[in-house]
Protein backbone atom coordinates (compact mmCIF):
# COMPACT_ATOMS: atom_id res chain seq x y z
CA UNK A 1 0.00 0.00 0.00
CA UNK A 2 2.98 2.70 0.43
CA UNK A 3 4.91 1.29 -2.64
CA UNK A 4 1.15 2.76 -4.46
CA UNK A 5 0.64 5.63 -2.62
CA UNK A 6 4.58 6.70 -2.83
CA UNK A 7 4.23 6.21 -6.52
CA UNK A 8 1.10 8.29 -7.20
CA UNK A 9 2.33 11.13 -5.02
CA UNK A 10 6.06 11.06 -6.94
CA UNK A 11 3.40 10.65 -10.17
CA UNK A 12 1.32 13.38 -9.69
CA UNK A 13 4.34 15.84 -8.43
CA UNK A 14 6.41 15.07 -11.69
CA UNK A 15 2.78 15.46 -13.32
CA UNK A 16 2.84 19.48 -13.13
CA UNK A 17 6.96 19.20 -14.22
CA UNK A 18 5.28 17.17 -17.15
CA UNK A 19 2.66 20.30 -18.19
CA UNK A 20 5.41 22.35 -18.11
CA UNK A 21 7.82 19.78 -20.71
CA UNK A 22 4.22 19.88 -22.42
CA UNK A 23 4.44 23.18 -23.34
CA UNK A 24 8.32 23.49 -24.85
CA UNK A 25 8.42 19.87 -26.08
CA UNK A 26 4.88 19.60 -27.93
CA UNK A 27 3.51 23.01 -28.38
CA UNK A 28 6.61 25.57 -28.97
CA UNK A 29 8.78 22.07 -30.34
CA UNK A 30 11.62 23.53 -28.35
CA UNK A 31 14.00 21.31 -26.58
CA UNK A 32 14.95 23.16 -23.38
CA UNK A 33 17.26 21.60 -20.84
CA UNK A 34 16.28 24.92 -18.15
CA UNK A 35 13.88 22.30 -16.41
CA UNK A 36 16.78 20.14 -15.20
CA UNK A 37 17.99 24.20 -13.02
CA UNK A 38 14.74 25.28 -12.76
CA UNK A 39 13.02 22.10 -11.05
CA UNK A 40 15.64 22.86 -7.85
CA UNK A 41 15.24 26.25 -8.34
CA UNK A 42 11.73 25.84 -7.13
CA UNK A 43 12.93 23.74 -3.97
CA UNK A 44 15.55 26.28 -3.71
CA UNK A 45 12.92 29.47 -3.44
CA UNK A 46 10.76 27.23 -0.98
CA UNK A 47 13.31 25.50 1.41
CA UNK A 48 15.15 29.49 1.94
CA UNK A 49 11.58 30.96 2.40
CA UNK A 50 10.23 28.48 4.64
CA UNK A 51 13.23 27.96 7.12
CA UNK A 52 12.82 32.30 7.24
CA UNK A 53 9.38 31.70 8.68
CA UNK A 54 6.95 32.56 5.10
CA UNK A 55 4.00 30.28 5.15
CA UNK A 56 4.06 26.90 2.54
CA UNK A 57 0.93 27.82 0.32
CA UNK A 58 2.93 31.07 -0.78
CA UNK A 59 6.04 29.73 -1.27
CA UNK A 60 4.36 27.91 -4.44
CA UNK A 61 3.47 31.12 -6.09
CA UNK A 62 6.48 32.32 -5.25
CA UNK A 63 8.82 29.83 -6.85
CA UNK A 64 6.01 29.53 -9.68
CA UNK A 65 7.43 32.74 -10.27
CA UNK A 66 11.07 32.29 -10.05
CA UNK A 67 11.38 29.57 -12.32
CA UNK A 68 8.60 32.09 -14.67
CA UNK A 69 12.25 34.10 -14.42
CA UNK A 70 14.26 31.69 -15.45
CA UNK A 71 12.05 30.53 -18.40
CA UNK A 72 12.17 34.60 -19.62
CA UNK A 73 15.63 34.37 -19.02
CA UNK A 74 16.17 31.23 -21.80
CA UNK A 75 14.15 33.01 -23.77
CA UNK A 76 16.30 35.85 -24.10
CA UNK A 77 19.49 34.24 -24.82
CA UNK A 78 17.27 32.00 -27.64
CA UNK A 79 15.65 35.47 -29.01
CA UNK A 80 17.59 38.79 -28.34
CA UNK A 81 20.84 36.79 -28.26
CA UNK A 82 20.19 34.27 -31.82
CA UNK A 83 22.06 31.36 -30.03
CA UNK A 84 20.12 27.77 -30.99
CA UNK A 85 17.55 27.00 -28.84
CA UNK A 86 19.50 23.69 -27.20
CA UNK A 87 22.32 25.71 -26.74
CA UNK A 88 20.21 28.55 -24.33
CA UNK A 89 18.41 25.72 -22.12
CA UNK A 90 22.20 24.37 -21.43
CA UNK A 91 23.38 27.84 -20.63
CA UNK A 92 20.78 28.65 -18.64
CA UNK A 93 20.80 25.10 -16.64
CA UNK A 94 24.25 25.50 -16.24
CA UNK A 95 23.36 29.20 -14.56
CA UNK A 96 20.94 27.38 -12.46
CA UNK A 97 23.37 25.31 -10.82
CA UNK A 98 25.17 28.96 -8.83
CA UNK A 99 21.87 30.36 -8.72
CA UNK A 100 19.85 27.46 -6.50
CA UNK A 101 23.00 27.03 -4.38
CA UNK A 102 23.25 30.96 -3.52
CA UNK A 103 19.16 30.90 -3.14
CA UNK A 104 19.39 28.02 -0.34
CA UNK A 105 22.73 28.67 1.06
CA UNK A 106 23.86 25.44 0.58
CA UNK A 107 23.20 22.05 -1.25
CA UNK A 108 21.26 20.58 1.45
CA UNK A 109 18.58 22.10 3.24
CA UNK A 110 16.66 19.69 5.80
CA UNK A 111 13.00 21.01 6.80
CA UNK A 112 11.99 18.25 9.32
CA UNK A 113 11.68 21.06 11.78
CA UNK A 114 9.70 23.18 9.73
CA UNK A 115 6.26 23.80 8.65
CA UNK A 116 5.24 22.39 5.04
CA UNK A 117 1.97 21.94 3.01
CA UNK A 118 1.77 18.26 4.83
CA UNK A 119 3.30 19.23 8.29
CA UNK A 120 1.83 22.32 10.23
CA UNK A 121 0.16 22.86 13.26
CA UNK A 122 -3.29 22.50 11.53
CA UNK A 123 -2.42 18.56 10.22
CA UNK A 124 -0.74 18.16 13.98
CA UNK A 125 -4.27 19.17 15.39
CA UNK A 126 -6.11 16.73 12.75
CA UNK A 127 -3.63 13.58 12.47
CA UNK A 128 -1.49 14.23 15.10
CA UNK A 129 1.47 14.74 13.30
CA UNK A 130 2.36 14.56 8.95
CA UNK A 131 -0.43 13.88 7.24
CA UNK A 132 -1.29 10.52 6.01
CA UNK A 133 -0.56 9.32 2.68
CA UNK A 134 -4.22 9.91 1.24
CA UNK A 135 -4.38 13.16 2.60
CA UNK A 136 -0.63 14.31 0.66
CA UNK A 137 -2.18 12.38 -2.25
CA UNK A 138 -5.10 15.02 -2.36
CA UNK A 139 -3.41 17.91 -0.96
CA UNK A 140 -0.88 16.97 -4.20
CA UNK A 141 -3.90 16.68 -6.44
CA UNK A 142 -5.34 19.37 -5.54
CA UNK A 143 -2.29 21.80 -6.87
CA UNK A 144 -2.16 19.52 -9.82
CA UNK A 145 -5.88 20.02 -10.72
CA UNK A 146 -5.58 23.99 -10.18
CA UNK A 147 -2.20 23.72 -12.29
CA UNK A 148 -4.43 22.15 -15.18
CA UNK A 149 -7.09 23.97 -15.55
CA UNK A 150 -5.27 27.74 -15.19
CA UNK A 151 -3.18 26.28 -18.16
CA UNK A 152 -6.21 24.62 -20.07
CA UNK A 153 -7.93 27.95 -19.35
CA UNK A 154 -5.00 29.85 -20.83
CA UNK A 155 -4.69 27.75 -23.96
CA UNK A 156 -8.03 28.41 -24.88
CA UNK A 157 -7.05 32.01 -24.62
CA UNK A 158 -5.91 34.14 -28.01
CA UNK A 159 -2.60 34.15 -26.45
CA UNK A 160 -2.70 30.39 -25.60
CA UNK A 161 -3.61 30.09 -29.50
CA UNK A 162 -0.95 32.06 -30.51
CA UNK A 163 1.33 30.04 -28.54
CA UNK A 164 0.46 26.90 -30.31
CA UNK A 165 0.70 28.96 -33.70
CA UNK A 166 4.30 29.29 -32.95
CA UNK A 167 5.06 26.11 -33.03
CA UNK A 168 3.27 25.07 -35.88
CA UNK A 169 3.94 28.16 -37.86
CA UNK A 170 6.06 30.57 -37.23
CA UNK A 171 5.34 32.56 -40.71
CA UNK A 172 1.71 32.53 -39.91
CA UNK A 173 2.50 34.70 -36.35
CA UNK A 174 4.33 37.26 -37.70
CA UNK A 175 2.06 37.96 -40.70
CA UNK A 176 -0.65 38.81 -37.71
CA UNK A 177 1.73 41.18 -37.31
CA UNK A 178 2.67 39.20 -33.81
CA UNK A 179 6.47 39.23 -31.89
CA UNK A 180 6.90 35.16 -32.21
CA UNK A 181 9.51 35.79 -30.35
CA UNK A 182 7.94 37.83 -26.90
CA UNK A 183 5.29 34.66 -27.44
CA UNK A 184 8.28 31.80 -27.33
CA UNK A 185 9.93 33.58 -24.50
CA UNK A 186 6.03 33.59 -22.59
CA UNK A 187 5.86 29.73 -23.13
CA UNK A 188 9.52 29.36 -21.86
CA UNK A 189 8.24 31.41 -18.39
CA UNK A 190 4.89 29.52 -18.26
CA UNK A 191 6.31 26.14 -19.37
CA UNK A 192 9.60 26.67 -15.96
CA UNK A 193 7.19 28.21 -13.73
CA UNK A 194 5.44 24.99 -13.78
CA UNK A 195 8.82 23.08 -13.61
CA UNK A 196 9.68 25.41 -10.06
CA UNK A 197 6.11 24.94 -8.74
CA UNK A 198 7.13 21.08 -8.97
CA UNK A 199 10.17 21.62 -7.39
CA UNK A 200 8.45 23.20 -4.53
CA UNK A 201 5.54 20.40 -3.95
CA UNK A 202 8.50 18.07 -4.25
CA UNK A 203 10.84 19.87 -1.64
CA UNK A 204 7.94 20.10 0.60
CA UNK A 205 7.20 16.44 0.24
CA UNK A 206 10.44 15.02 0.98
CA UNK A 207 10.81 17.87 3.89
CA UNK A 208 14.50 18.54 1.93
CA UNK A 209 16.16 20.36 -0.94
CA UNK A 210 19.14 18.56 -2.32
CA UNK A 211 20.87 20.10 -5.41
CA UNK A 212 21.14 17.17 -7.39
CA UNK A 213 16.97 16.90 -7.22
CA UNK A 214 17.22 18.12 -11.07
CA UNK A 215 19.06 15.86 -12.00
CA UNK A 216 17.34 13.69 -14.86
CA UNK A 217 13.85 16.51 -14.52
CA UNK A 218 13.98 16.59 -19.14
CA UNK A 219 14.23 12.88 -19.24
CA UNK A 220 10.79 12.10 -16.52
CA UNK A 221 9.07 15.00 -17.79
CA UNK A 222 9.72 14.24 -21.56
CA UNK A 223 8.77 10.32 -20.76
CA UNK A 224 5.89 11.24 -19.58
CA UNK A 225 4.74 13.74 -22.28
CA UNK A 226 5.35 11.01 -24.59
CA UNK A 227 3.66 7.84 -23.11
CA UNK A 228 0.55 10.20 -22.71
CA UNK A 229 0.15 11.35 -26.03
CA UNK A 230 0.62 8.30 -27.66
CA UNK A 231 -1.27 6.22 -24.93
CA UNK A 232 -4.63 8.64 -25.60
CA UNK A 233 -3.80 9.95 -28.82
CA UNK A 234 -6.86 8.66 -30.33
CA UNK A 235 -8.90 9.49 -26.97
CA UNK A 236 -10.05 12.94 -28.29
CA UNK A 237 -12.42 12.69 -25.29
CA UNK A 238 -9.25 12.89 -22.80
CA UNK A 239 -7.30 16.21 -23.20
CA UNK A 240 -3.84 16.38 -24.11
CA UNK A 241 -2.92 17.74 -20.61
CA UNK A 242 -5.00 15.21 -18.92
CA UNK A 243 -3.17 12.53 -20.96
CA UNK A 244 0.18 13.78 -19.60
CA UNK A 245 -0.40 13.73 -16.35
CA UNK A 246 -1.80 10.25 -16.47
CA UNK A 247 1.78 9.49 -18.24
CA UNK A 248 3.60 10.45 -15.51
CA UNK A 249 1.60 7.91 -13.17
CA UNK A 250 2.13 5.39 -15.83
CA UNK A 251 6.31 6.27 -15.75
CA UNK A 252 6.81 6.83 -12.26
CA UNK A 253 5.34 3.31 -11.64
CA UNK A 254 7.28 1.31 -14.32
CA UNK A 255 10.61 2.60 -12.86
CA UNK A 256 9.15 2.24 -9.08
CA UNK A 257 8.14 -1.44 -10.41
CA UNK A 258 11.43 -1.90 -12.33
CA UNK A 259 13.69 -0.71 -9.23
CA UNK A 260 11.53 -2.94 -6.47
CA UNK A 261 12.34 -6.10 -8.62
CA UNK A 262 16.36 -4.75 -9.77
CA UNK A 263 19.05 -3.80 -7.94
CA UNK A 264 18.18 -0.12 -6.61
CA UNK A 265 21.49 1.38 -7.73
CA UNK A 266 20.79 0.82 -11.35
CA UNK A 267 17.82 3.27 -11.29
CA UNK A 268 19.59 5.81 -13.63
CA UNK A 269 20.48 2.62 -16.17
CA UNK A 270 16.65 1.47 -15.79
CA UNK A 271 15.45 4.84 -16.51
CA UNK A 272 17.94 5.30 -19.60
CA UNK A 273 16.34 2.01 -20.77
CA UNK A 274 12.98 2.84 -20.45
CA UNK A 275 13.26 6.62 -21.66
CA UNK A 276 14.94 5.02 -24.94
CA UNK A 277 12.19 1.99 -25.55
CA UNK A 278 9.32 5.23 -24.87
CA UNK A 279 11.47 6.91 -27.78
CA UNK A 280 11.60 4.08 -30.02
CA UNK A 281 8.30 3.16 -30.00
CA UNK A 282 7.29 7.06 -30.27
CA UNK A 283 9.36 7.36 -33.58
CA UNK A 284 8.09 4.04 -34.66
CA UNK A 285 4.20 5.29 -34.24
CA UNK A 286 5.48 8.34 -35.99
CA UNK A 287 6.54 6.76 -39.09
CA UNK A 288 3.74 4.47 -38.87
CA UNK A 289 1.30 7.80 -39.29
CA UNK A 290 3.84 9.27 -42.05
CA UNK A 291 3.09 6.28 -44.35
CA UNK A 292 -0.38 5.89 -43.53
CA UNK A 293 -0.87 9.76 -44.70
CA UNK A 294 1.50 9.27 -47.49
CA UNK A 295 -0.61 5.98 -48.98
CA UNK A 296 -3.59 8.35 -48.60
CA UNK A 297 -2.36 11.50 -50.85
CA UNK A 298 -1.10 8.78 -52.96
CA UNK A 299 -4.00 7.43 -53.64
CA UNK A 300 -5.60 10.76 -53.93
CA UNK A 301 -3.67 11.94 -56.64
CA UNK A 302 -4.08 8.49 -58.50
Known amino acids: MDFLITTVEQGLIYGILALGVYITYKILDFPDLTVDGSF ?12 RGMAPGLTLVISFLAGAAAGVCTGLIHVKCRVRDLLSGIIMMTALYTVNLTVAGTNNVPLFSQDTLFKNSAMDSLFGGSAPGYVKILII ?5 VSKLLLDFYLKTKSGYLLRAVGDNENLVTSLAKDKGNIKILGLAISNGLVALSGSVFCQDQRVFDISTGTGSMVIGLASVIIGVSLFRRASIIKATTAVLIGSIIYKACVAAAIKFFDPQAMKLITAALFLLILVVSMERKRKVKKERAGLEGGSHA
Open 40 to 51: PLGGAVTAALIT
Open 141 to 145: LLVVI
